[in-house]
Each structure stands twice: as structure tokens, then as C-alpha cells.
């Protein structure tokens, strides 16, 4: 049975996507990664150190011909910072991927829609496969899509929130509705809350805290790897309705 | 004459070119992306984009992010 996730004509091995940030260490980070089974992890695009050549590069850890990079626009507030990070972030020759977040308030780390859905026509248009970061806004994710999205990645809850995904119903509606894969992006918190998005129907979760932060990130990464698994095996394999009241499992017949 | 790399006043020598700047500062052109004066420059540009006094030069890697 092929279930492979795929968006523009790439193929994914895996439904899990993780971020590379909030790690103890560069070989914390790899060793995470491999054990959450993922195979697109997700970069920061940041000033190099010219002061210290010899300081580690993250890729030297995670190999981008093991690895499918996805550079995000991760910390910009305006469209043209945006537009002016994933053209860089295209520049190293690593991926035409990019995740891309306008963020519209501090404190919550929402997107900016108005932004994002700008960034998002322009990048589609100069050939960038646009993920976006968005509310679980049916009606955002339909314009974005209309705009050139890939993918519309709607999230679970504010970033590194660890919440789990706050409205079921709106990431139900969006699946119904899209033309293109759905990606749960941000705030959950442990392997359920993947599960659960995995179980709506979604094609991916892509996270980070949840295991950069825990307290084993090593397990909690494994933990994710069969989360997801069980999250879209039970999606397929089709749960049952939810009823008010029992139904007994064994028969009456036969009974004394 | 004088640089501002990554937001660092530098000086330099004359007659650098973006390559030349990247061998002096011991960073491998592979896996960067450079700017200056906000206009990116292809890797295929590095040798021959010779860089004037003034110029602001940006030097971007990926690092750990979410």
C-alpha cells in the first residue's frame, strides 16, 4: 500500500516533520531527529558567525542529501522581510521548500494573514513551493491555496504552547475543503495530540518543542515517530461513530 | 576601505570581490547565501562581484529552528 505523503511531485517518507531549534547541542539535534523517523527538518536562516569560522554548522549534522531541508521565515514581522529571508534562504542551493510564517504579534507568535498571504503569491510565483503558517482559519486556507500554496499548514495551537490542537473542528473543516495537503504546524504537546491530528485526516504534523523540550527528547521523538503512525493507520483503517449509550460486545444469545 | 558585514563595521583591503572576502573570513561559500546592499548574489557571481567601500554585506546560514 503506498500512503506516501506528496506535495509538487516530491515524495515524503515520513508524515512527521521536525524543527531543529531549542536543542542542548547540534548532536542532540541529530540524534532526535533520527529517532523520530522524519525526513524534512526545518532551518532557521541566521546571520553566520565571522568571527568564528571554525564554530559547528548545523548541517554538518543533518545531511541535506539524507534530509530534506525546509528553511523557514521563522522571526519576520513584515512581508518583505519575509520575502527577503526565503529568497536568501533559497540562495544556499539547499531547497526551493520554504515554510513561510509572517508573524503578526509577539506574544501569541500568530501569523500576520494579510502578510502572509502576500509573501505567498509573490514566492509562488517566483517558483518557491510556499508552505505557509496559518490560523485554523478555513477561509484563510482557501485563499492561500487560491494563492499558490503548496500546502496549508494551520496550527494546533500558539508555537511552543504545547496546548494540542485547540479546534478540532476548524482542522476538520479545512481538510474537507483543501485541494492540497494540510500540515498541523505548531503547539502540540505530547504523542496524543499527534495522533489526534493524524486521526482527523491531516497529511503531516510538523513540531519542534514538543521534543526539544521533553524531558527524554530522544524518546519523546520515538514516541512522535509511532504516534503519527497510529494517528494515520487508524484515519485509514476509518473509527467508529460515537454513540451516547453502550452496545453490548457480547451476544445475548445463548445466554442461561 | 571599509565594510559593514553582518552588521559589523570591518576594514578590508581594496580589490576584494565576494569570494575573496569569504576566503579571508574562513567561511565556506557552500551552504551560505550573501547579500549586499540588500541585492543577493549568486554563488556563480561570487568571483567577479567586486565589493566598493560602503557596502553593507550580509552572511546568512541555516541554524536550528522550528
Given at each position: 500500500m503506498n500512503d506516501k505523503l506528496v506535495i509538487k511531485g516530491i515524495e515524503f517518507k515520513s508524515r512527521l516533520w521536525v524543527g531543529t531549534g531549542k536543542y542542548k547541542d547540534f548532536e542532540e539535534t541529530a540524534r532526535a531527529i533520527e529517532a523520530s523517523g522524519a525526513d524534512v527538518v526545518t532551518v532557521a536562516v541566521r546571520r553566520t558567525n565571522i568571527f568564528d569560522s571554525k564554530s559547528e554548522n548545523l548541517l554538518d549534522y543533518i545531511d541535506p542529501k539524507k534530509y530534506r531541508i525546509l528553511p523557514n521565515t521563522a522571526g519576520c514581522y513584515t512581508m518583505e522581510d519575509a520575502l527577503r529571508y526565503a529568497r536568501l534562504a533559497r540562495e544556499t542551493g539547499v531547497s526551493d521548500l520554504i515554510k513561510l510564517e509572517v508573524i503578526?504579534?509577539?506574544?501569541?507568535?500568530?501569523?500576520d494573514v494579510c502578510a502572509t498571504l502576500q509573501a505567498t503569491e509573490i514566492l509562488a510565483k517566483e517558483g518557491f513551493i510556499v508552505l505557509p503558517y496559518i490560523n485554523d482559519d478555513p477561509v484563510m486556507a482557501q485563499r492561500l491555496v487560491d494563492a499558490g500554496a503548496s500546502a496549508v499548514m494551520p496550527l494546533a495551537?500558539?508555537?511552543?504552547?504545547?496546548?494540542?490542537?485547540?479546534n478540532p473542528y476548524n482542522i476538520k473543516i479545512i481538510l474537507g475543503q483543501a485541494v492540497v495537503p494540510v500540515i498541523v504546524d505548531a503547539g502540540v504537546g505530547t504523542a496524543s495530540d499527534v495522533a489526534v491530528a493524524m486521526e482527523l485526516g491531516c497529511d503531516a504534523v510538523l513540531l519542534n518543542t514538543a521534543i526539544a523540550g521533553a524531558g527524554d527528547p530522544i524518546a519523546m521523538a520515538e514516541a512522535m515517530k509511532h504516534a503519527v503512525m497510529a494517528g494515520r493507520l487508524a484515519y485509514k483503517a476509518g473509527r467508529i461513530p460515537r454513540k451516547l449509550y453502550a452496545t453490548a460486545s457480547s451476544p445475548i444469545e445463548g445466554m442461561l | 576601505m571599509k565594510l559593514m558585514i553582518n552588521g559589523n563595521e570591518t576594514e578590508s583591503g581594496n580589490n576584494l570581490t565576494v569570494s575573496g572576502l569569504l576566503e579571508d573570513l574562513g567561511?565556506?561559500?557552500?551552504g551560505v547565501a550573501v547579500e549586499v546592499n540588500m541585492n543577493i548574489i549568486k554563488k556563480c557571481d561570487y568571483e567577479r562581484h567586486a565589493l566598493k567601500d560602503g557596502d553593507a554585506v550580509e552572511i546568512v546560514n541555516f541554524v536550528g529552528g522550528g
Open positions: 503578526g504579534d509577539e506574544k501569541t507568535l500568530f501569523p495551537a500558539p508555537i511552543g504552547s504545547g496546548l494540542g490542537i485547540r | 567561511i565556506e561559500p557552500a
